[in-house]
């Protein structure tokens, strides 16, 4: 296979005519095809809605459409305006992957390798790009395998026109691949009929003739061929870039093979970044590292700040900390430093502590450059009297909440859901004396409250009659605990059980 990697396809079933439906002026009057001239013949490179139904299909002569169809409208292709369109819509696929590219003259092409589980997997990433094109007026088949050639093949050649598309799973690419039509390969119309007569019309059947026959009569562009479709050799393309991003590149004469030239060249690549960003008055947010192998093969890192930076020794730290899990193979020849997402960098007024205080944006970055970015975060207080809703996760560096907690002494260790607990105290508003929980049992030396919270009525109906006593007791051992006793039983069976008591936190 060619090293784990992912290819999806997307085949612009009626490209033209759908790109010429959806222009701002309006489309052409109905019913209307789109016609090119190939080797001095006029034919129909794609048709409308309404020329489909009357019957005028793809690759037939225009004199045979106009015959068969009264009043048909010809537009000429127009191979500068459909390529600029397919270049935009490749842009626009830049959503899902990093690495996307036209494929062909009617076909768009993402590696997807690492970005499927932003979107819940393979096959909800395929469905929700097809059905996005879909929305857009588009018509559209796809299909998501480790071979570019097997994906593009499906896509085109695949049985069904709707639906999500076809996710082949590692190792089943043979069997998807079997009963696709030589066409699927690329190759030229008269070897493709060649193979045809010979009864090797279909991928399976080729497969199982003999490889250096093939080879003699056909040459070795067709075994090359089905290397590629069944992924043993890479198929390396060159990804579209958004022309107001930001980028440096740099090629290299001699490819390098070690870790200590990739960082030498992404010091580089970080200084020349960040002068263009500078010129601009902005900073990075979002960096991409993409470096191209000899073999054709694209390894991509990201790295993300805090805030727009300008700091070239800090882009380069964010890099460092993954560097190491680049596999150059036989050698890096190419690498690429892409803005994904740059910011106005913020001026600011400079201080007497700025000589000795530390910035905390870098500390942040390189602290989620090691854990991951979701995992870097501060609390900030919400508007809600319950504890487990009267606080939220916000962002490192986010700007501080108006509100603040005035409602007394809270836990550093907060239970959610709470859980129950075994007590022994006197009624009607008493604190424990002793209470069992985790199995073990406790004797409350001291003890402060009740505190009395209610719930929020306007949520739910059940709320409106949930009533909490807390208390804030130390065991003689010297543990500091957060009980609540409830007076309804909102919490329920399958929150906590049949319990009256609860524990809810643990001071530090």
């Given at each position: ?5 992912r ?13 010429l439906?959806r222009q ?8 209307f ?5 190939a080797?001095?013949?006029r034919?129909?490179?794609s ?7 009357a019957g005028v299909r793809?690759?037939q002569t ?6 068969s169809v009264?009043g048909?409208?010809?537009?000429e292709v127009d191979p500068?305006a459909?390529?600029?369109?397919l ?8 959503r899902y992957?990093?690495l ?7 076909g ?6 690492g970005?499927?589980?932003?979107l819940?997997g393979?096959?909800a990433l395929l ?5 996005r094109?879909?929305k857009a007026g ?5 299909a ?7 994906s593009s093949?499906?896509?085109?050649y ?13 190792g089943g690419?043979?069997e998807?691949?079997?009963a696709?039509?030589v066409a699927?390969l ?7 009929d060649?193979?045809?007569r010979?009864?090797?019309g ?18 070795p ?8 479709l ?6 390396p ?6 022309p107001d991003?930001i980028?440096?590149?740099l ?5 390098i ?5 990739v ?6 690549l ?6 263009k960003l500078?010129a601009?008055?902005q900073g990075?947010?979002?960096?991409d ?9 694209i390894?991509t890192?990201?790295a993300?700040a805090a ?11 964010l890099?460092?900390e993954?560097?190491?899990?680049i596999d150059p193979?036989?050698g890096?020849?190419r690498l690429t430093?892409?803005?994904?997402r740059?910011g106005r ?5 400079r201080?007497?502590e ?6 905390l944006?870098?500390?942040v970055?390189?602290?989620a450059?090691?854990?991951g970015?979701g995992?870097v975060?501060?609390?900030?207080p919400?508007?809600?009297d319950?504890?487990?809703r ?9 700007r501080?909440?108006p509100l603040?907690w005035d ?9 959610v859901?709470?859980e129950?607990?075994?007590v022994?105290?006197l009624?009607?508003?008493r604190?424990?004396?002793r209470f069992t929980?985790?199995?073990r049992q406790?004797?409350v030396?001291?003890?402060d ?6 719930g929020e ?10 009533t909490?006593?807390?208390y804030r007791v130390e065991?003689e051992?010297g543990g500091?605990y957060?009980?609540?006793r ?5 919490l ?6 049949a319990a009256e008591?609860f524990?809810?936190g643990?001071?530090?």
């Amino acid at each position: 296979m060619s090293r784990g990697r992912r290819y999806a396809c997307v085949w612009l079933t009626r490209w033209p005519a759908d790109r010429l439906k959806r222009q701002p002026g309006g489309p052409p009057p109905e019913p209307f095809i789109v016609a090119e001239t190939a080797r001095q013949t006029r034919r129909v490179r794609s048709a409308s809605a309404g020329a489909l139904q009357a019957g005028v299909r793809p690759g037939q002569t225009v004199a045979l459409a106009q015959a068969s169809v009264p009043g048909l409208t010809i537009v000429e292709v127009d191979p500068g305006a459909e390529a600029a369109a397919l270049s935009r819509l490749a842009v626009w696929a830049l959503r899902y992957t990093p690495l996307a590219a036209p494929d062909g003259e009617d076909g768009l092409v993402l590696d997807t390798t690492g970005a499927d589980h932003l979107l819940g997997g393979e096959a909800a990433l395929l469905s929700d790009l097809l059905a996005r094109l879909r929305k857009a007026g588009l018509s559209v088949r796809g299909a998501l395998s480790s071979s570019r050639s097997l994906s593009s093949g499906l896509a085109r050649y695949g049985s069904g026109t709707d639906g999500p598309g076809r996710v082949v799973p590692q190792g089943g690419e043979g069997e998807a691949a079997a009963a696709l039509p030589v066409a699927a390969l690329g190759l030229p119309r008269d070897q493709a009929d060649a193979l045809a007569r010979l009864g090797l019309g279909r991928i399976g059947a080729l497969r199982a003739a003999p490889r250096a026959s093939l080879a003699l009569r056909f040459g070795p562009e067709l075994t090359a061929a089905l290397d590629r479709l069944h992924g043993h050799r890479p198929e390396p393309f060159e990804p579209v870039s958004v022309p107001d991003r930001i980028a440096a590149r740099l090629v290299l004469a001699e490819p390098i093979a070690h870790s200590a030239g990739v960082e030498a060249a992404l010091a580089k690549l970080s200084a020349e970044l960040c002068r263009k960003l500078a010129a601009r008055g902005q900073g990075v947010r979002v960096a991409d590292l993409r470096c191209e192998r000899v073999d054709g093969e694209i390894l991509t890192l990201r790295a993300r700040a805090a805030v727009a930076t300008q700091d070239a020794d800090h882009l380069c730290r964010l890099f460092r900390e993954t560097a190491a899990t680049i596999d150059p193979g036989f050698g890096i020849e190419r690498l690429t430093l892409l803005a994904v997402r740059a910011g106005r960098k913020e001026a600011r007024q400079r201080t007497t502590e700025d000589d000795t205080a530390q910035p905390l944006p870098p500390l942040v970055d390189r602290i989620a450059a090691r854990i991951g970015p979701g995992r870097v975060y501060r609390i900030a207080p919400t508007e809600a009297d319950l504890p487990e809703r009267s606080c939220r996760l916000a962002g490192p560096l986010a700007r501080p909440s108006p509100l603040v907690w005035d409602r007394g002494p809270r836990p550093t260790f907060l239970f959610v859901p709470p859980e129950p607990v075994q007590v022994l105290a006197l009624l009607p508003d008493r604190p424990p004396r002793r209470f069992t929980w985790r199995g073990r049992q406790h004797r409350v030396a001291r003890a402060d409250g009740p505190e009395c919270m209610l719930g929020e009525w306007w949520r739910t109906d059940a709320e409106a009659a949930l009533t909490r006593d807390y208390y804030r007791v130390e065991t003689e051992e010297g543990g500091r605990y957060w009980l609540f006793r409830a007076r309804d039983a909102s919490l329920g069976e399958g929150a906590a059980g049949a319990a009256e008591w609860f524990m809810h936190g643990v001071f530090a």
